[in-house]
């Protein structure tokens, strides 16, 4: 390390061969202070003062740098590599070969707008994400003129005195001025092991406290630490998705299907000797009905919608996948502390042993709570011995709360001598101190008025013994039990988890509904279903990352609710990680879903949004599904009933237009969330497609033959009847599809309704006038209307009956 001199020194870092190319320029003298001599209590940092953080934030900038983004010309030339741009390109390349470039050219610009299309959908996905990622800012508790504050990590500055608790995520690069903590720095180091960290140590931006607690002094910030970029709070998945395997479903069994009555056609063509040229253009016709071309764009667009509509409601998706997974959850671990309680912890009873008195008891609990963190349970403490005039005692050290010891300790001056104070769970120091004969009987006699109890413990060191209870309360919200009724209504089983206590926790589930077996303490199973358990109680945070695995295992679709850093691996395990409005900083980085509000009205309002969502896009995908399937066979019922292609390479792009793009506002559309939860089935979906696609092809089938059989058209004249009866049929399809129930049922949204008018017109135009086709008289186009609303009515009987025999709702 570099020595200097003054305010403006500078200091360059170098641990474990990692060097520093441009040192960070300090301008705090309690640096100086801290390099040249151990920290003890009186010479500790005390902080900036805020006009001296608002200079060095003028002088150094945010304590964030801007993340990269993806290129954007990459982006878009990766909208021309898939399945669905492969089959246009097919299309584009037959036709030039062919020589027919105007319509090579169509079709290229039909390309280059489903491109545009998607790439334009992903873009605003992406930014919709940005603005909800932004309202995750991280956070540091700073001390700021003498006091503790909580700011956002982005005004942190070098020289800031910061707290590392647990859960915390390092804010910046940090020196440790007092304190130990485990550091978790495999992110940003790639050390696989947590390190143990004391006075002196360096720790990096994005590190994350695994346990213990520290003061640190902010060395560099910004683009000066050493990962060269600020700890992204919210990491975006980039993997393939539900929706992304159900768009390669589609499109495979599509291809499938299709390609089969494809190479019938070609068959029959090649026996009846049809010219090359018009076999061409047979199978680019095919191939151009087998497209969903607007797919991938509408999946991304629904699912977008759903995550602004979360967003404006309170629940903020860190990942557009999330809102698909919140609908096909059925297991719900809820966290009984802010969420089914109103996380406002006060003590509520405290009880003294021996000689101790009341307010002793809570003196040497607050001896063992950490000031200025964000522990609730430390904070009630503090709070109620400050009412209580209980006078601070003289803390040598500190160790603040460890999960696996489930208790804190100071060492405090006491009658001339050391003394070990202790506070935790009781079962936890029974074990390791003298207990009176009274307190296991008082401690369940306050459990089980639903309070959380803690023993507190003192005496010489190897002669501990139990003070006191300090009983804490934090009663159930008032509108958690209706909110786990309405869980169980949509099919989610609900179960408590929480370290506390059995009794507390039964007394508590039961106020607000959860009733039923409680898991006994440490024997989580390595395979339950929500029937086996209705409370795990006593949980270690390990036990909450086994306990999803084990409902995974059943097969069960899992919501996980977490707050702590602990919380994290079960978090990710899940498959809908649920930060709670409390959670910390890791908590939320590890999550799918951060609430904003206490409770679980957000989970239950991500339930149904994304429930709907998955309805909208459902509706889209048999939509589609349908309307290729139908399409492809009414080619080929054309080519056996006429010997020809009955639509044009021309007429099928138009088609494509009118129907797969208008029909994407069916992602705005009014949809109602199912009462069970949802999940792909793609096999169903696919069968009904076909088997309605059967029924429909009757109705087309009996237009061609009446346009060539009875009104004797020749081919030209007959593709602008297939044209316009297939524009006029795909209305059937949208509004008859679109609900589960008989079509009427509700009203369809302003912008299908838009779409739809749009739709007919420009297919009557198209039939009425003879652009790109013969016309046609429009009293024929009438009659075709009408019949096609009649079959609509017969259609949509067919419809409900076989949606419920295949179980789509």
């Given at each position: 390390m570099s020595q200097g001199h003054g305010p403006g020194k500078a200091l360059c870092l170098a641990e474990r061969g990692h060097s520093w190319a441009k040192p960070a320029i300090l301008r705090h003298n309690a640096l100086v202070m801290l390099e040249n001599s151990p920290a003890t209590p009186s010479n500790l940092p005390m902080g900036l003062s805020s006009a001296e953080a608002g200079r060095l934030l003028a002088e150094h900038g945010p304590n964030e740098v801007a993340e990269p983004r993806r290129n954007p010309l990459t982006a878009?030339?990766?909208?021309?590599?898939?399945?669905?741009?492969?089959?246009?390109?097919?299309?584009v390349l037959l036709q030039a070969l062919t020589g027919a470039y105007l319509e090579a050219a169509v079709i290229a610009g039909l390309l280059l707008f489903n491109a545009a299309l998607s790439f334009a959908q992903g873009r605003r996905a992406d930014t919709a994400l940005a603005a909800l990622k932004s309202r995750l800012a991280l956070t540091a508790s700073v001390r700021r003129d003498?006091?503790?504050?909580?700011?956002?990590?982005?005004?942190?500055?070098?020289?800031?005195?910061?707290?590392l608790s647990l859960g915390a995520i390092v804010p910046a690069d940090v020196r440790l001025a007092s304190g130990n903590v485990l550091l978790d720095q495999s992110m940003i180091t790639g050390e696989s092991l947590p390190i143990d960290a004391g006075i002196g140590a360096i720790s990096y931006a994005g590190s994350m406290v695994r346990r213990g607690e520290a003061q640190a002094l902010v060395i560099a910030t910004g683009a000066r630490t050493y990962s060269g970029r600020?700890?992204?709070?919210?990491?975006i998945a980039h993997g393939p998705s539900a929706e992304q395997s159900a768009i390669l479903r589609v499109v495979r069994n599509l291809a499938v299907f299709n390609g089969f009555v494809l190479l019938l056609m070609i068959g029959y063509a090649r026996e009846h000797d049809m010219p090359v040229t018009h076999l061409i253009a047979l199978t680019l016709t095919v191939i151009l009905a087998t497209v969903p071309v607007a797919l991938p764009a509408t999946f991304t667009l629904a699912t977008a919608l759903g995550a602004q509509s979360l967003a404006r409601r309170g629940v903020l998706p860190t990942r557009l996948s999330a809102v698909h997974e919140a609908a096909a959850m059925d297991v719900l671990c809820a966290d009984k502390t802010g969420t089914l309680t109103q996380n406002q912890l006060h003590v509520s009873a405290v009880r003294a042993f021996g000689s101790d008195s009341m307010v002793s008891v809570l003196a040497l609990a607050a001896a063992t709570s950490s000031e200025g963190?964000?522990?609730?349970?430390?904070?009630?403490?503090?709070?109620?011995?400050?009412?209580?005039?209980?006078a601070p005692l003289p803390i040598r050290r500190f160790v603040p709360f460890d999960p696996a010891r489930k208790a804190s300790e100071a060492l405090i001056w006491q009658d001339g001598a050391e003394w070990v104070v202790m506070k935790g769970a009781y079962s936890a120091l029974a074990a390791v101190t003298t207990v009176p004969p009274e307190a296991a009987r008082m401690t369940d006699e306050l459990a089980a008025d639903g309070n959380r109890v803690l023993a507190v413990a003192c005496g010489p060191m190897g002669a501990l013994h139990i003070a006191g209870l300090v009983a804490l309360s934090d009663s159930p919200r008032d509108d958690a039990a209706p909110l786990i009724t309405e869980l169980v209504n949509l099919g989610v089983a609900t179960v408590m988890v929480t370290g506390d206590a059995a009794a507390t926790a039964e007394t508590i589930a039961h106020a607000v509904g959860i009733d039923g077996n409680i898991c006994p303490a440490g024997s989580i199973p390595t395979q339950v279903a929500p029937d086996d358990y209705?409370?795990?109680?006593?949980?270690?945070?390990?036990?909450?990352?086994?306990?999803v695995k084990a409902f995974q295992?059943?097969?069960?679709?899992?919501?996980?609710?977490?707050?702590?850093?602990?919380?994290?691996?079960?978090?990710?395990?899940?498959?809908?990680?649920i930060a709670v409005a409390t959670a910390t900083d890791v908590a939320k980085a590890a999550a799918g879903l951060v609430l904003t509000e206490p409770g679980l009205g957000g989970i239950v309002t991500a339930i149904k949004e994304g429930r709907a969502t998955f309805q909208r896009i459902l509706t889209y995908t048999m939509?589609?599904?349908?309307?290729?399937?139908?399409?492809?066979?009414?080619?080929?019922?054309?080519?056996?009933?006429?010997?020809?292609?009955?639509?044009t390479p021309m007429l099928m792009v138009l088609l494509l237009v009118v129907n797969d793009f208008l029909t994407m506002s069916?992602?705005?559309?009014?949809?109602?969330?199912?009462?069970?939860?949802?999940?792909?089935?793609?096999?169903?979906?696919?069968?009904?497609?076909?088997?309605?696609?059967?029924?429909k092809l009757v109705f087309l089938i009996g237009v061609l033959a009446f346009g060539h059989f009875e009104l004797n058209l020749e081919i030209e004249p007959l593709r602008t009847l297939a044209f316009f009866t297939m524009v006029i049929d795909a209305q059937i399809t949208v509004y008859t599809v679109r609900e589960r129930r008989r079509m009427w049922s509700s009203m369809p949204g302003g912008w299908v309704l838009a779409s739809s008018a749009l739709d007919i017109s420009i297919g009557t135009l198209v039939a009425l006038t003879g652009w790109l086709t013969p016309p046609l008289n429009a009293l024929l186009l009438m009659e075709i209307a009408g019949a096609a609303a009649l079959f609509a009515i017969l259609f949509d009987a067919l419809k409900a009956p076989l949606f419920k025999w295949l179980g789509i709702a």
């Open positions: 878009l030339l990766g909208n021309f590599w898939a399945p669905v741009p492969w089959m246009l390109e097919a299309a003498g006091a503790w504050l909580t700011l956002p990590a982005r005004e942190i500055v070098p020289g800031d005195l910061v707290k600020a700890a992204e709070l919210v990491r963190g964000k522990d609730a349970v430390d904070s009630a403490i503090r709070l109620a011995a400050h009412e209580s005039g209980a209705a409370v795990f109680a006593g949980v270690f945070p390990e036990d909450k990352f086994r306990l295992k059943g097969g069960h679709t899992v919501g996980m609710c977490g707050d702590g850093a602990n919380d994290a691996p079960a978090l990710r395990q899940a498959q809908i990680g939509n589609a599904l349908l309307r290729k399937v139908e399409l492809v066979l009414f080619l080929a019922a054309g080519l056996l009933m006429t010997g020809h292609a009955v639509l069916l992602t705005t559309d009014r949809a109602h969330p199912s009462p069970r939860p949802e999940l792909w089935r793609i096999g169903p979906v696919s069968a009904a497609a076909v088997l309605l696609g059967l029924v």
